[in-house]
């Protein structure tokens, strides 16, 4: 049976890594316009490659909390697949073995003149003068705001042959990544994990719920469901 979860921020907050959205846009007290977009890059890559040094420092030092476990811990009764809006790599260090990226991975750097050339920043620092084999200055491998999201084709194949659909971290506010609830079929059966009232997909069960609270619960009935089914 394929099981999908969509996460999102939320998940990793659990971890103490934070997000734009916790301060009206600033993000560690900068502007997301000034660190985060491609207009941003092209007139001071120095200061954004600093802020991202910043966020992977962050990552490095966090760690996977309980709701990345279960996510892993249900890989043992059912065809799990991730798809993230997070750009850490906390779900694969928590074990789960099919993870997609919709907004890139801090932990790779990228060619700025060819997408397809990715290295791992090993030392947790891309500097100005870290080029790819072209002669271009590495940049983050991660989507900035007004850039494409590359990877949203193979979310929507993946969402579409859910048996069970789970929405954990996110409001699915964010476009094109929260259009990947209208792929779920018909009649599959879609939880969303949110402390807040949260629009809610149609036929959808609300578990009000923090990730690292809320995911063993519903982990814990569907593996039940799945041994009464077998």
Known sequence: MDLVVFSGAGVSAESGISTFRDSDGLWEHYDVMDVATPEA?????????????ERRAQVINADPNKAHYTIKALEEYFNVSVITQNIDDLHERAGSTNVLHLHGEIMKARSSVDSELLYEVDNGIIQLGDKCEKGSQLRPHVVWFGEAVPEMEQAYHIVAKADLFIVVGTSLNVYPAAGSVQFVRQH???FVIDPKDVPLPEGAIHIKEKASIGLPILAEE????????Q
């Open 41 to 53: 890059w092209n007139k001071d890559r120095e200061l954004v490659l600093n802020f991202y040094d």
């Open 188 to 190: 599959v059966p879609i």
């Open 222 to 229: 569907l593996v039940d469901q799945y041994r009464s089914d």
